[in-house]
């Protein structure tokens, strides 16, 4: 099957700093890339839509000036989060579609652990 | 709006035992997809088993299998001979057309030896 990976897949920072993570589509072209948050033993919330070439789309809630998404290409879309502070500390994964599959087919990204200190 | 509920927070089973996970959905789509995915400890999300909205059949994978009921929506997960590698959460998720994912809560199983 296909295969997301993201990288760092753990980041200690410091609170104030910023942090990127990256998330490339390695046999496939994402042109759709989901990116999830997750707290601990909750459900993955979706935080942006984007597609190749397009500015996100944010879900209701989610600081698009705080999150920063970029989906420059149809392999490599990144998620940064700018002055991180403790409580963005989370379990960010991705998720990349292929655009026509009707999203029978999802790929997961093995996700980031995000520690701000 | 879609919606995904998943009414077992916590479900136990004892090692080759069988166990069922509930699921039922809300959607005005008539045609989608449902999935179950497990995410053990490692937190990476596994496709564990999906079914198309349009086929009466119930899909089987080895252990896995569903039960699909389109008219009552509802979709779940049994899981036969029970194995300790399957202790993990598991969601039940569906999909549109419209590509946007709806997660369930999640149903923490643990089994035990």
């Known amino acids: 099957g296909a295969v997301v990976s993201q990288h760092p897949s753990w980041v200690i920072c410091k609170s104030g700093t910023s942090v990127k993570i990256e998330c490339r589509s390695l046999d496939f072209q994402a042109t759709t890339m989901f990116w999830y948050r997750q707290f601990p033993k909750q459900s993955l919330m979706l935080m942006a839509t984007?597609?190749?070439?397009?500015?996100?789309?944010?879900e209701q809630g989610v600081e698009k000036d705080k999150f920063l998404i970029n989906h420059a290409s149809l392999t490599l879309s990144t998620l940064t989060v700018t002055s991180a502070h403790p409580e963005d500390s989370s379990f960010y994964i991705c998720?990349?579609?292929?655009?026509?599959?009707?999203?029978?087919?999802?790929?997961f990204g093995p996700g980031t652990r995000l520690t701000v200190t | 709006a879609q919606t995904v509920t998943q009414s077992q927070p916590e479900m136990s089973v004892q090692e080759a035992e069988t166990v069922t996970l509930s699921c039922t959905y809300d959607t005005s789509e008539s045609d989608y997809y449902l999935f179950w995915y497990k995410q053990p400890p490692s937190r990476q999300m596994i496709l564990v088993i999906r079914q198309e909205a349009y086929k009466q059949q119930n899909a089987t994978e080895n252990r896995f299998s569903v039960n699909f009921q389109k008219a009552a929506k509802s979709f779940s997960l049994k899981i036969s001979d029970s194995q300790l590698g399957d202790a993990a959460m598991y969601f039940c998720v569906i999909n549109t057309n419209a590509g946007k994912s709806t997660f369930g809560d999640g149903t923490t199983l643990t089994v035990k030896p």
């Open positions: 984007s597609n190749e070439g397009s500015k996100a789309t944010y």
């Open positions: 998720r990349g579609e292929t655009s026509g599959a009707y999203s029978y087919e999802q790929y």
